[in-house]
């Protein structure tokens, strides 16, 4: 079975300050993305990554950057937290994108509050 | 950007009814996931459609993608308090644009 781990279940942090959100993937997986889930808005894409060192934008990646060092490890980071950063993060992986690339498998989620 | 329109946004029922869930587009898919999601808990994949017309089952779930590429149902047949969470369709479209609907947040009360 595919595995998505995130560093934390829970998060709270103080306005102003830098946010480290991990995912690692065990399954070889080439796509990674970070996506927020809010309350009526659904999953929104913040970033994904195809390849190691590489990242495209989402739909809202302002306030947002990322790092693919590693294949199995993308990391969201939130370079000063603001209020209304306060959300669920959710990672995925998947095949890519000649294959099943929108059979995305998650991790637990991080709801991170920032205050 | 292309919109997925979930309905009805929120269902309770009782356990043992049937119920039906959609997703919409007005725009054709080239393909359509469905994911619960339990609460607290990540999505996880139930199945993915492709070819038009198409029905899938998953013991009590059945998916069809509509004739037209543009629709997906879920039916779930004698509903099961474990039914509960929120399911959410997910798409993409022809110019590789992809995104999720809000869900449909489903509560089955014993």
């Known amino acids: 079975d595919v595995k998505v781990t995130q560093s934390s279940r829970y998060l709270v942090k103080r306005t102003g300050e830098k946010v480290f959100l991990e995912c690692v993937q065990d399954?070889?997986?080439?796509?990674m993305f970070w996506y927020r889930q809010d309350p009526g808005l659904g999953l929104r894409l913040i970033y994904f990554?195809?390849?190691?060192?590489?990242?495209e934008k989402g739909d809202i990646p302002e306030g947002y950057s990322v790092s693919r060092e590693k294949k199995e490890r993308f990391s969201l980071i939130l370079e000063s937290a603001s209020t209304n950063q306060t959300s669920m993060y959710l990672c995925?992986?998947?095949?890519?994108?000649?294959?099943?690339?929108?059979?995305?498998?998650f991790g637990p989620g991080t709801r991170l509050t920032v205050t | 950007t292309q919109l997925l329109e979930q309905s009805p946004q929120f269902l309770s029922i009782q356990e043992g009814e049937n119920l039906t869930v959609y997703c919409n587009s007005s725009?054709?898919?080239?393909?359509l996931q469905w994911y619960r999601q339990e609460p607290g808990e990540g999505p996880v994949l139930l199945v993915t459609?492709?070819?038009?017309?198409e029905v899938k089952k998953l013991k009590r779930l059945t998916f069809q993608f509509g004739d037209a590429r543009k629709d997906s149902s879920l039916h779930i047949t004698a509903a099961q308090p474990g039914d509960t969470g929120l399911y959410l369709c997910?798409?993409?479209?022809?110019?590789?644009?992809?995104?999720f609907g809000a869900g449909t947040r489903l509560t089955v009360k014993p």
């Open positions: 995925a992986s998947s095949l890519p994108m000649s294959g099943r690339a929108y059979e995305q498998y």
């Open positions: 399954m070889d997986h080439e796509n």
């Open positions: 990554s195809y390849d190691v060192k590489m990242k």
């Open positions: 997910a798409g993409d479209w022809l110019d590789n644009d992809m995104r």
């Open positions: 725009s054709v898919f080239s393909s």
């Open positions: 459609v492709v070819t038009g017309g």
